[in-house]
């Protein structure tokens, strides 16, 4: 199911810094945890970060210390802001919510957004 909206997507040079925004017209993503995940071509889905609470986020190790996910409630909007961006950064990002806790793992969500490019490249 497709419903969530993803922005903020693009070419940025490696080192570079995006953000991406995620939000709904229905749902209020303050009751959810809201996971983003990437994928890049010929690869699984990946786990990124997730929200649950401004004290409950989680990061996948590879993007520990460069990605930061955060939430502004007033817009219902959830925003992962990229730093230090590498090539391997390059995919598709994604963001899902669910009830209860937050988890990496794909196969628990079934609300997403359509998905937003991200490419990194000099």
């Known amino acids: 199911q497709v419903r969530l909206v993803e922005s903020g997507g693009g070419l940025v040079q490696p080192g570079g810094s995006l953000r991406l925004s995620c939000t709904d017209s229905r749902y209020t993503l303050d009751y959810y945890a809201i996971t983003w995940f990437r994928q890049a071509p010929g690869k699984e889905r990946e786990g990124v970060s997730c929200?649950?609470?401004?004290?409950?986020?989680y990061y996948a190790d590879s993007v520990k210390g460069r990605f930061t996910v955060s939430r502004d409630n007033a817009k219902n909007t959830v925003y992962l802001q990229m730093n230090s961006l590498k090539p391997e950064d390059t995919a598709i990002y994604y963001c899902a919510l669910r009830p209860g806790p937050c988890s990496l793992s794909a196969v628990r969500y079934n609300v997403w957004g359509q998905g937003t490019q991200v490419t990194v490249s000099s």
């Open positions: 929200i649950r609470s401004i004290n409950s986020t």
